[in-house]
């Protein structure tokens, strides 16, 4: 029997949270992916906040919520000013210092990933503008749309064909990144496929 070969995607979009440490590993590893495949990644901004504003969280959690807007304002500031390109450099900035960079301080974190990408300090300022909420909201409902609100971060579609996930740690590389491309890839192309899950054992491993 000879194995299915993947059809290689026109068009691959990735939805994130900047704090969120799954979608920061999945990011890593569709970054390899981008790099190795010649790939053009849209990325977008999606928000854990409005996903679970609805929704009876622990107090604890309620307030990382709350402080994850920062981010995502300032990444929607940035493309406002700058256009798409500096989402994915704002988040690669960004995310190295919350995720292994380990860094607690949300709007510290912001200004030094401002200036690793080379853009005015001033942007920082929009973590507490909730003026660009509605930008944020906008992309998250894009992602929805592709696979409803019973999901988490990140989403990752194939020529417009949505999944939650894939949710992984670490983020693998070199050949575990390529059959776990090929195998989502080639799950987007069954029309009737919507879930494959267990539950987590382990939790982000970042190095």
């Known amino acids: 029997m000879t194995a299915a070969v993947p059809p290689a995607p026109a068009t691959v979009d990735f939805w ?22 010649d790939l053009t990644v849209r990325w977008h901004l999606m928000s854990r906040a ?7 969280v622990s107090p604890r959690y309620a307030e990382q919520l709350a402080r994850s807007w ?18 994915k450099a704002l988040y690669d900035a960004i995310g ?16 030094k990933a401002l200036a690793d990408v080379g853009l005015a300090p001033e942007l920082a ?10 930008d944020v909201r906008a992309s998250h409902a894009e992602a929805v749309a592709l696979v409803g609100d019973d999901v988490g971060t990140p989403v990752l579609a194939i020529d417009g064909v949505g999944f939650f996930g894939p949710v992984v740690t670490p983020a693998p590389t070199g050949e575990a990144a390529e059959r776990l491309w090929d195998a989502v890839v080639l799950a987007t192309s069954v029309p009737g496929f919507y879930e494959l899950k267990r539950s987590r054992t ?6």
């Open 125 to 134: 300022d929009a973590a507490e503008d909730a003026a660009f909420d509605a």
């Open 70 to 87: 920062g981010p995502l304002r300032v990444i929607a500031a940035a493309r406002a000013a700058h256009g798409p390109w500096v989402v």
């Open 16 to 37: 994130f949270d900047p704090t969120c440490p799954w979608a920061w590993l999945t990011s890593r590893w569709l970054t390899e992916i981008e790099q190795g495949h």
């Open 96 to 111: 190295n210092q919350i995720h292994p960079g380990g860094e607690d301080a949300l709007a510290e974190a912001c200004r």
């Open 50 to 56: 409005v996903l679970n504003e609805d929704r009876e």
């Open 202 to 207: 382990q939790g982000p491993v970042f190095d």
